[in-house]
Every structure is written in C-alpha cells, then in structure tokens.
C-alpha cells in the first residue's frame, strides 16, 4: 500500500480546489491505498462547523468529511498555528483531527511516497 | 467610494492593498472568502477593529453562512444581498 496524503490548504468555497481534494481523498479511499489527510492555513476553515447552504445552490461538502472513517481514513491531523491564527479551535471543526505543530509538516510530507496539494 | 474584498486576509493582500488608497470613512464589504476577516479573535482582529473605526466595514451575511462563521466582531455590520445591491446603487465600487 503506498503512502498518499492529501493537504488542504485553502479556503472551501472562494476556489475549487478544498472540493477536489476532498474528491482525491475518496478515491484513493476506495482503492485502498494507505491516505492521511493534512489540514493546514486556510484549508482547516473546510472543516469548520456550521455552515449553512440553504438557498445559495452550492453544495455544503463538509459532512463528508465526516465520512472518511468508513473509507479507513484515520490518520487526519491539523496544524496548531492555522487553527489559532484563525481564532478558532478543535471545537469548531465537524471531525477531530489529530494536532499538529507546523516543524512536524515537511516530516509528514517526506514519509509519503506522494502528496498532493489542494 | 465602496471597497469590494473577496479574498481570504490570510492568504492575500488585498485588504492591505485596498487600505493604502481607501479614504477614511469610505465603505468596505468583505464578501465570499473575505468574510473570513470578520471573524472575531483571528491574526487580523485587531487590525480589523482598527479598520472598523476608520471606515464603515461590511460584510455578507449569506457567505458567513455557507462558511459557518456564526460570530462576527464588533463594528462590522451584517448585510444581505439586497444591502449590497443598496451600496452598489449609492457608491462608486473598487474590487480589489
């Protein structure tokens, strides 16, 4: 099984991008690869509680996230600084991820055989 | 004048780029990622609450939604769309 990691770096809706990792994250999901999910600056606000679609006709995707145990998804972690920075914390967020400090990032990256970035 | 902000204050500069040209007292609406900026006890709060004094700061109510941003700080005032259809019918716009 390879090592993939998906980072969400930015912002869910203002871009497509936090939405297309979240599509790279299912599908290496189902082919059984070995994927951990890295959120960082901007990207840990797609996973911020709360949001509320109604009447805007774009698709609320943060359930989902939710959804990435069933795919055996468990390795999920967040970087300390962008959550405070952001003045919010591990409350806010619709799953719990495992903390992280930014010095353990570039450590993560190297241990995968690839990664990607969203 | 109304300043028009749809980028997150975290990854662009289009905030600061905005405030060196913005006379004080014109208006500034954080729209889409912008709304961002309101949040209360972020990195840029307290630069916030220094712009929300100088100028009249707006944001979207409808992209706070969508983003979960439920809490927004003082001296920004919450808008809906047909507010910003009402600012833009008042003002000259600078999107930046």
Same mark, same amino acid.
């Given at each position: ?17 936090? /939405?297309?990792? =979240? $599509?790279?994250?299912? *599908?290496?999901?189902? +082919? ?19 949001m509320d679609n109604s009447g805007t006709g ?6 989902? /996230?939710?959804? =990435? $145990?069933?795919?055996? *998804?468990?390795?999920? +972690?967040i970087d300390e600084a962008s959550i405070e ?34 | ?96």
């Open positions: 099984m390879a090592k993939l990691m998906v980072v969400f770096r930015t912002a869910p809706y203002g871009s497509i991008y936090a /939405f297309e990792g =979240l $599509e790279n994250v299912l *599908i290496m999901g189902a +082919y059984d690869q070995d994927v951990s999910v890295l959120f960082i600056d901007d990207g840990v606000l797609t996973i911020k509680k709360g774009i698709k609320d995707f943060s359930p989902t /996230f939710r959804a =990435l $145990e069933a795919y055996d *998804i468990e390795n999920i +972690y920075s952001r003045g919010l914390t591990l409350e806010d967020f619709v799953i719990e991820p495992e903390v992280i400090e930014a010095d353990q990032v570039e450590k993560m990256m190297e241990e995968q055989k690839n990664f990607f970035m969203f | 004048m109304l300043h028009l902000i749809n980028e997150s204050p975290f990854e662009s500069m289009s905030l600061e780029d905005c405030l060196k040209y913005a006379s004080k007292g014109a208006s500034i609406l954080l729209y889409e990622d912008g709304v961002y900026a309101a949040m209360p006890g972020s990195g840029v709060a307290d630069k916030m609450r220094a712009v929300a004094k100088d100028y009249k700061v707006y944001v979207l109510s409808e992209d706070l939604k969508m983003r979960g941003v439920d809490n927004v700080m003082d001296g920004v005032t919450e808008i809906d769309y047909a507010g910003f259809v009402g600012l833009v019918e008042e003002n000259k716009t600078a999107s930046w």
